[in-house]
């Protein structure tokens, strides 16, 4: 887990890490300096060409299906008050449609589904059912003794439906799926498909046809089929790598060949067995897909699909502007947080953004230009999350640049050949084992005050040795110099144990 920019910890003690402030540089190819005039700004590699005529990079819309596709993990149990918890955070982070469990799976899933249609929230509802008129009757019936139900256009008190604003419908379609689950064939499917949207599109209410295992799935029958929901008017289409076995390629072929069969929205459903769940998604809105299934950290069946926050990365990094306008960008480590309680997992710590070492920069050469510009080595903005960005420093790779923005902080003064010569000693140190924090600030501490004295000159190892004896002899707590660290500092190759981060 990672740290705000209150200042709360978890995972990792940043109160061992240097905290770098803004600069007045840009920050990535994306950044905001207004003495740069527009046309100076170097261009955005990672932004929609204006060949990609087709691309809704800057044009998309989440579908987070953290408590359907969620429920699915292997570790996942929401009971009603977690459910109502993570869709209250998911509507304030932004998400335009929340996906909910089947009501037809059970009777507290149909009420944690009306309970979560009362809420109000700004976020269409959607329910995921199976191509079934059962399924359809009891998805679209749900909430059914509530005011208004059946009206989609009236209003509650709270200004919200009382039922759910869609229906998700899904029916197997590859070999696999029709020989060893449902066991229909594509005139069976064809005929319940249009026999469900109808009866779902007769209640007013906004609906998507998928088929699933779609890769693996025929063309002809692929592209038969969604002509013809197309034309009896779905709102969106969807693609599903239920194996997640295809790469960007793939999906870029079969979205752009569905781009110009169908006139409705289209909906990408992309499992992360082969690692290629957030790749396959910016490939498909780049297409011509319209929307995005996500789930918070990527939790679903097996090892889940596209993470939300893994995507939100991604996109911000083509165009942070569009992304910062649409989502609350600092909610998503808490409702990463909140997920990952709830399931009894961590926060990896590669997660993009809010992995615990996402904005920790620790080689020497790193620090010294991140010190000077951000954009050299970040392309994500730490403080548009809410998160702050540091530089390690209490370690054998740690550099004098690094050293010296610590020494600001402390606000002593030495020259930089003197911050050298203290950062060959922490090096020293940090042979034996990382530094704290209190660790480096005691060696710096200690070394201004024997310049400061006319005691310690540059390149004195002996004397800095005694100054560094002399201050754990005459500290109250031995905490501040680790008694084996003062130790050793009377050998050549000792070091006192400092770890930094920054």
């Not at 799935?217 to 089929?225: A, K, M, T, Y």
């Not at 080595?377 to 702050?388: A, H, S």
């Amino acid at each position: 887990m990672c740290q705000t920019t209150d200042n709360n910890q978890q995972s990792q003690n940043k109160a061992d890490m240097v905290q770098v402030g803004e600069t007045k540089h840009v920050n990535g190819v994306n950044g905001h300096n207004h003495q740069l005039n527009k046309k100076d700004q170097p261009r955005n590699p990672y932004a929609p060409r204006y060949a990609d005529f087709l691309s809704n990079i800057s044009n998309f819309k989440i579908i987070e299906s953290t408590l359907r596709e969620g429920e699915q993990f292997a570790n996942a149990f929401f009971d009603t008050k977690t459910k109502i918890a993570i869709a209250k955070a998911l509507d304030a982070f932004g998400v335009e449609y929340i996906e909910l469990t089947s009501p037809a799976a059970s009777e507290q899933s149909r009420l944690d589904c009306e309970a979560i249609c009362k809420l109000g929230l700004k976020a269409k509802i959607l329910t995921h059912i199976r191509c079934h008129m059962d399924d359809a009757r009891i998805a679209v019936e749900t909430g059914k003794d509530l005011l208004y139900c059946f009206l989609p256009f009236a209003r509650s008190a709270g200004g919200r439906f009382m039922c759910v604003d869609g229906v998700d419908v899904v029916i197997g379609t590859s070999s696999f799926l029709r020989e060893f689950s449902h066991g229909k064939d594509m005139a069976y499917i064809t005929k319940t498909a249009i026999e469900v949207i109808n009866f779902v599109k007769s209640k007013g209410i906004e609906i998507r046809f998928s088929s699933e295992d779609s890769f693996r799935s025929d063309l002809v029958d692929l592209l038969s089929i969604y002509q013809t929901v197309d034309k009896i008017g779905v709102n969106r289409v969807g693609i599903a790598d239920t194996v997640g076995c295809a790469n960007p390629r793939q999906v870029y072929d079969l979205v752009r060949t569905l781009r110009g069969v169908v006139s409705c929205d289209i909906e990408v459903h992309l499992h992360n067995d082969t690692g290629m769940a957030i790749a396959n998604a910016y490939t498909a809105l780049e297409a011509g897909a319209t929307h995005i299934d996500t789930s918070v950290l990527g939790i679903g069946e097996r090892v889940g699909i596209t993470p939300l926050g893994g995507l939100v990365a991604c996109l911000y990094a083509a165009d942070p502007d569009y992304v910062k306008s649409k989502y609350n960008l600092p909610m998503l480590r808490e409702i990463e947080n909140l997920v990952a309680e709830a399931v009894e997992v961590s926060v990896p710590f590669m997660n993009p953004i809010t992995g615990y070492c996402a904005f920790t920069h620790k080689a020497g050469i790193h620090a010294k230009a991140i010190l000077n510009n951000p954009s050299t080595y970040e392309i994500l903005k730490p403080e548009d999350f809410g998160l702050t960005r540091y530089v390690s420093i209490g370690h054998r790779l740690t550099g004098w640049n690094a050293v010296k923005s610590r020494v600001e902080q402390l606000k002593l003064v030495l020259t930089d050949d003197q911050i050298k010569d203290a950062t060959a000693k922490i090096k020293e140190l940090a042979d034996v084992r990382t530094q704290s924090m209190e660790d480096v600030d005691t060696v710096l501490r200690v070394y201004h005050s024997g310049v400061a004295s006319g005691e310690l000159e540059i390149g004195d190892r002996q004397m800095f040795d005694r100054l560094l004896r002399r201050h754990r002899d005459s500290s109250v707590s031995r905490a501040d110099v680790p008694q084996d660290a003062i130790e050793g500092a009377t050998t050549p190759n000792a070091s006192i144990p400092n770890a930094v981060t920054a």
